[in-house]
Nanobody
Framework: VQLQASGGGSVQAGGSLRLSCLASGRSFRTYPMGWFRQAPGKRRELVAA???????IYADSVKGRFTISRDYAKNTVFLQMNSLKHEDTAVYSC???????????WGQGTQVTVSS
């Protein structure tokens, strides 16, 4: 089982990035999927999550700017990040449930750097 995150990079404040997380090895159709981030010196935090039914959860700091979605056929979850701020700079990782409070599978991180 593997979660492969991609799409990170360096952008200026106000820019956009789209992260992708491809799951392989099993279907996560019935699992919630989530994106987490960890900035230097800070604790890892949940950025956004999407349930198997399509319900979404967002951290207050990203509401209105980030959108999580999933493609069930491709076993992929996306994070569209708009209006990026310097404080969004972090390593972003994807994860799979089995619940939104219990994350069993983790992918490697992808670095997002936003310059002000």
């Amino acid at each position: 089982v593997q979660l492969q995150a991609s799409g990170g990079g360096s952008v200026q404040a106000g820019g956009s990035l789209r992260l992708s997380c491809l799951a392989s090895g099993r279907s996560f159709r019935t699992y919630p999927m989530g994106w987490f981030r960890q900035a230097p010196g800070k604790r890892r935090e949940l950025v956004a999550a999407i349930t198997s039914y399509g319900s979404t959860i967002y951290a207050d700091s990203v509401k209105g700017r980030f959108t999580i979605s999933r493609d069930y056929a491709k076993n992929t979850v996306f994070l569209q990040m708009n209006s990026l701020k310097h404080e969004d700079t972090a390593v972003y990782s994807c994860a799979a449930g089995p619940s939104t409070t219990s994350w069993e599978y983790w992918g490697q991180g992808t670095q997002v750097t936003v310059s002000s």
